[in-house]
């Protein structure tokens, strides 16, 4: 199993970006998939699940500004990020697990940095 | 919202055991989750469903849940146990949602 997550980077506030991750070894659409953020010198914090049919699930603090998606054909996860701010910034990871809840697997992490 | 309460640090010899705490409300009824990171590293998973090790992850780490603690037990604590550590639940209370502790600096004196 390998993530590989990409498409972080410099963006100004009020700016959109869509991170990737590409999956290998699993399928992403019958996996748990998740994306979990840590600020620097931060501990972790979760962001966004998909599973089963599509579900999502968002926390407060990304809700209606994110959108968590997955494309079966090339096997990637997404994260669609509007409306960014300051206080987005961090390293973004993208976790696989086969149970709803459990991060099994990460891939190394992609920075984003929100800044004029 | 669900809080889960981690000790900022922890100190331990070589060869001693460290203990790291995970308090929430009524968290024996949930099913937690840890994680250590290296600096500079990703997460892995260690200890997942209160007392299973995770895959390659020596028997020396192990896990408990009851009550309002959960606790990560390291027997024979080597150097390179040095890390950060991280408890996680899956909230079903109100909607469904991660979270994790703020997690705890494991230092080897």
């Known amino acids: 199993v390998m993530l590989v997550e990409s498409g972080g980077g410099l963006v100004q506030p009020g700016g959109s970006v869509r991170l990737s991750c590409v999956g290998s070894?699993?399928?992403?659409?019958?996996?748990?998939m998740t994306w979990v953020r840590q600020a620097p010198g931060k501990g972790l914090e979760w962001v966004s699940t998909?599973?089963?049919?599509?579900?999502?699930k968002y926390a407060d603090s990304v809700k209606g500004r994110f959108t968590i998606s997955r494309h079966s054909s090339n096997n990637t996860l997404f994260l669609q990020m509007n409306n960014l701010r300051p206080d987005d910034t961090a390293v973004y990871y993208c976790?696989?697990?086969?149970?709803?809840?459990?991060?099994?697997?990460w891939g190394q992490g992609t920075l984003l940095t929100v800044s004029s | 919202s669900y809080v889960l309460t981690q000790p900022p640090s922890v100190s331990v010899a070589p060869g001693k055991t460290a203990r790291i705490t995970c308090g929430g409300n009524?968290?024996?009824?949930?099913?937690v989750h840890w994680y250590q990171q290296k600096p500079g590293q990703a997460p892995i998973l260690v200890v997942y469903?209160?007392?299973d090790r995770a895959p390659g992850i020596p028997e020396r780490f192990s896990g408990s849940n009851s009550d309002n603690t959960a606790t990560l037990t390291i027997s024979r604590v080597e150097a390179g146990d040095e890390a950060d550590y991280y408890c996680?639940?899956?909230?079903?209370?109100?909607?469904?949602?991660?979270?994790f502790g703020p997690g705890t600096k494991v230092t080897v004196l």
């Open positions: 996680q639940v899956w909230d079903t209370t109100i909607d469904h949602v991660g979270v």
């Open positions: 469903d209160d007392s």
């Open positions: 976790t696989r697990g086969m149970y709803i809840g459990r991060f099994q697997n």
């Open positions: 009524n968290i024996g009824s949930k099913s």
């Open positions: 070894g699993f399928t992403v659409n019958t996996n748990y």
């Open positions: 998909i599973y089963d049919a599509d579900i999502t």
